[in-house]
């Protein structure tokens, strides 16, 4: 089947987010949720997206982002795992042709992808999800498969691309002696960025279905010399 005729009729989107000014560092920017997703973080909320089919096109979201000229500056590609998509180079491709800026919100699992956006210049920022150190990795995520984030992680940081580190905080899941085990490793690996950690919003849907948090997450413990911001 021809490329073009596959992606009209292929649906890789679960839905688009119109309009988000927190998104994007920076950016007025719409929002891609792709389906689908190679984790199954205990905490995910996004269920739908991660175990749902795609209900939209590239054409419904091109033709979307068409209408929002001159009105957004960019793109963030989340999901589920947008990085997944096969077709994702060709997809970027149009819409840089359209002028928007891309973000891509990743998992880190496939390294190849994002060498393959970084070095085409499809992709203008990166915020990747450090899910837990190396032996939680499989117990949080569900992916054994540690090694792909931390190729994708290394060759970020050795091609001084811009972007962020990321960590959810469950403090049943993951305590602060975890969490500074990740500083440890950024700092070892010569990450320079601000490393952003995200406090988990209790929701009954998730996909581990996990509890509301009992245990306190003690902040005093981090380390003050590492930029750790709270994004709340
Ligand atoms: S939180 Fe985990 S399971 Fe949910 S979309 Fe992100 S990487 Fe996938």
Redesign the pocket.
Known sequence: MKEHLRSMLHKPLYDITPFTALDYPDHLATIFWFAK?D???AY?Y?KD??FGEGKKTEEDALSFLESRIGLLEGVVLS???ASLYSNLIAFCQKIKKLNFKIKLDT?GLHPDMIKALVEGKLVDYIAL?YKAPKEKFQVL?KNKHFDRFSMTLNFLIKKQFPFEVRTTVHSDLLRVEEINRIIKDLVKRGYEGTYYLQPFVFTENT?GRVKKEKNSFNKSLLPDNFKIVWRI
């Open positions: 997703c984790m199954q973080c995910c996004n997206i991660v999901g589920g795992e998992n999800d995520t996909i």
